[in-house]
Every structure is written in C-alpha cells, then in structure tokens.
C-alpha cells in the first residue's frame, strides 16, 4: 500500500526527484558553453534501459537519497521516455517522469530533459536539464553523465555495483574533463532497496 504523507513531506520529496538525474537524472541546468567533450556517437536504442547511480557530484535537491537509478525508453517520437527513481534515507520511493530530447543528433551525446510534475511546473524553465555523456563503453554497461557547466555529474552502470578500477578510471577521466571529483559522493544501498531489488522493475525510462 502507497503511504500517504503530508503536504511539507510530499513537496520535499517531489522536490528530492526532481533534482535526479542517475544517473541517475541530470535534472540540472547548465549556465555554461564551455567545451566538454562527450562520447563520439550513442545508440540510443541500445542505451535505453535501466542505470543505477554509482556516484554524483553533490546537489542540494539529491540530499536524501541514498539509492537512485533511472530507466530510459525510446519513444515513437523519436523522444526519451525518462522515470528516475530513488529510496530516500527515510526508506521511502520517490520518483518523477520526464521527457529527453536529443540537442546534438550528429552524435546522440546531448539531450536535454524536462520533468513533468506539480514541482517541476512551479519551476519553470527550471525543470529543465542538460543530460551530457561523457563516457560510454563499447558494451553499454558503464556511462558517466555531466552538465556543461561542470557542477553535476552522475557515474552509472547497468549493475548495483561497479568495480573498482572501472571507477576510478571514470574519475580520473572527469578529472581531466574539469570535474571536483574531491566532491563525488558515492552511492550506499538501503536495505529497502536491497529487499526490492529481485521485484519485478518498472519499465526503465532513463535519461533525464
């Protein structure tokens, strides 16, 4: 059964999913042009999926999360149907649904994301959100996402848990790409999530 929670709860949550972006979500605005590299093509199709959060550069809305993923869908439009979801350190399940759209065709790497809820429309054009990839492997099991202004940045993978020197191989590459990696915080799994992790998922609708 869904728990109902009152109105100052529920506004803090929706404003917690909005700000997702696992990333993850990539919920965030970017108030800077400067050159950021991102992978030379994407196969959408391919990348569409479920991604979980490995870790992100700190964001205020993202603070009581402690367990994040998101699902992307290709949609008939040619669109990204995006649900980014997160267990809060309270145990609850917050989420938010978005729509991407590809800014950049000639390489698929930059999308923009505009999430649809009560939260996101006080925001206005606030909602919206640069989703850049900046790293992707050759088998689409790893990817770290950023903004161009270089204040977020999300590491994912297709699994719970990514190994070590893959990691810090992608933190050393954000560091090059002018990321303050001293920053990252790196994602712990609740035992809620643990509990759910064999529930059948949610169509998976990434990409903010």
């Not at 009581?64 to 399940?93: F, L, M, P, Q």
């Not at 204040?151 to 990514?162: A, G, H, N, T």
Request: proline letters at 3%; a positive charge; one cysteine or more.
């Amino acid at each position: 059964m869904r728990r109902v929670v009152n109105r100052p709860t529920r506004l803090r949550t929706l404003s917690t999913v909005a700000s997702l972006c696992l990333a993850l979500s990539a919920c965030a605005g970017a108030s800077s042009t400067n050159t950021l590299a991102t992978v030379p093509s994407v196969d959408l199709a391919r990348y569409a999926g479920t991604w979980h959060e490995i870790a992100r550069l700190p964001m205020w809305f993202q603070r009581h999360c402690v367990d994040s993923k998101a699902t992307y869908t290709v949609r008939a439009d040619g669109a990204i149907g995006v649900h980014n979801e997160c267990i809060t350190d309270t145990g609850e399940r917050d989420e938010v649904r978005g729509v991407a759209t590809v800014v950049d065709r000639s390489t698929n790497a930059r999308l923009r994301v505009v999430f649809d809820n009560f939260f996101a429309r006080l925001l206005g054009s606030s909602r919206e959100g640069n989703y850049w990839i900046l790293a992707l492997d050759p088998e689409y099991q790893t990817a770290m996402v950023g903004t161009a202004d270089r204040r977020y940045l999300w590491i994912l993978s297709r699994s719970r848990q990514l190994d070590e020197a893959t990691y810090q191989g992608l933190v050393q590459q954000a560091t090059q790409l002018g990321f303050a990696v001293s920053d990252l915080i790196r994602t712990r799994r609740s035992a809620a999530s643990e509990k759910g992790r064999n529930h059948v998922p949610l169509s998976h609708t990434s990409a903010p």
